[in-house]
Nanobody
Framework: QVQLVESGGGLVQAGDSLTLSCVTS????????AGWFRQAPGKDRECVAA????????WYSNSVKGRFTISRDNAKNTVLLQMDSLKPEDAAVYYC?????????????????WGQGTQVTVSS
């Protein structure tokens, strides 16, 4: 059973930066693709960034492209989401997820394991 623990959320002002961290345990992290999702009140959960198991392939939603960066450190079983130039519309609960796969995984239903989420609030 793979466990994921997110951290790094908080309250920031528009234009600020924040880095989310997701530490995994219970599996061979280097075999898993990873993704960051977010869910704002009243909205569906959406994938904002994904990375394949060796970090060589990444994907971003149009809403965050150019502002967010996903990365991973397989030696530390960690996947990061660097968020720059934050906007009020980025406010949401952010979730980390992983799936054992060689390719990049983008869709929520494909993921097997999820973290508990971390709240990001952006004031204008």
């Amino acid at each position: 059973q793979v466990q994921l623990v997110e951290s790094g959320g908080g309250l920031v002002q528009a234009g600020d930066s924040l880095t989310l961290s997701c530490v995994t345990s219970g599996g061979t992290f280097g075999l898993y693709g990873a993704g960051w999702f977010r869910q704002a009140p009243g909205k569906d959960r959406e994938c904002v960034a994904a990375i394949n198991r060796d970090g060589g392939d990444t994907w971003y939603s149009n809403s965050v492209k150019g502002r967010f960066t996903i990365s991973r450190d397989n030696a530390k079983n960690t996947v990061l989401l660097q968020m720059d130039s934050l906007k009020p519309e980025d406010a949401a609960v952010y979730y980390c997820a992983v799936k054992r796969a060689s390719r990049l995984v983008r869709y929520e239903h494909q993921y097997d394991y999820w973290g508990q989420g971390t709240q990001v609030t952006v004031s204008s």
